[in-house]
């Protein structure tokens, strides 16, 4: 089975300093990844994606992911955080014949100013 | 704002009791799935529809029971509740399914609280 490993439920920077987030995947078959972010009290939003077309991904708020197949990882980074960035940041791996998606365990970004 | 709605917001019930939670997805979406979130187990998936059938099934408890109308509107039954099933449940939904062409979008969920 599929899985996804983040390592660190939380990290704090500083206002302006890089954002580094990570994830590793577990998988048999070249997997689709995904990183979404979840604001207090609110849904899940997409980030960005893999689906294999690039192994650099370019998602919203300047979150950028590069696919690694030889390190498993799907690590997310941001070259500078802004305060509105705190949120919990989930990555999910989809299980290609169901579509389903499994998620990591979570990591929650404070930003200090 | 998704597109996906949910409701009721919050929930407020005791154990033993029955509740259903109901989702509209997107306008042109045709699955649904459903995702439970709680402290102990994170987020985990429970049940995809797909244009009104049952297309998988995840961790979702025997006591628990979902399914999609013809206007592809979703709803999730929970019975006999317990304390841990207090969470959030979120519905999300894509146009056909498949994760290499399409978005899941989430709803902004329901919270459970049972006493």
């Known amino acids: 089975a599929q899985s996804v490993t983040q390592l660190g439920s939380h990290v704090s920077v500083s206002e302006g300093a890089l954002v580094l987030l990570r994830c590793n995947y577990s998988?048999?078959?070249?997997?689709?990844l995904f990183w979404y972010v979840q604001y207090p009290n609110q849904g899940l939003q997409l980030l960005l994606k893999y689906t294999s077309a690039a192994t650099l991904v370019k998602g919203i708020n300047g979150f950028e992911a590069e696919f690694k197949k030889s390190e498993t990882s799907f690590h997310l980074t941001k070259p500078s955080a802004h305060m509105s960035d705190a949120a919990e940041y989930f990555c999910a791996v989809s299980e290609g014949d169901t579509d389903k998606l499994i998620f990591g365990t979570g990591t929650r970004l404070q930003v200090f100013p | 704002d998704s597109g996906v709605t949910q409701t009721p917001k919050h929930l407020i019930t005791a154990t033993g009791q029955r509740v259903t939670l109901r989702c509209s997805p997107r306008s042109g979406d045709l699955s649904v799935y459903w995702y439970q979130q709680s402290l102990d187990q994170g987020l985990q998936f429970l049940i995809q529809y797909y244009n009104g059938e049952e297309r998988a099934k995840g961790n979702i408890l025997e006591r628990f029971s979902a399914q999609q109308f013809p206007d592809l509107h979703s709803e999730l039954n929970l019975s006999s509740l317990e304390l841990g099933d207090s969470a959030l449940y979120f519905c999300a939904s894509s146009v056909r399914g498949r994760a290499s062409t399409d978005t899941q979008y989430f709803g902004p969920g329901t919270r459970l609280t049972v006493l």
């Open positions: 998988s048999s078959v070249p997997p689709y």
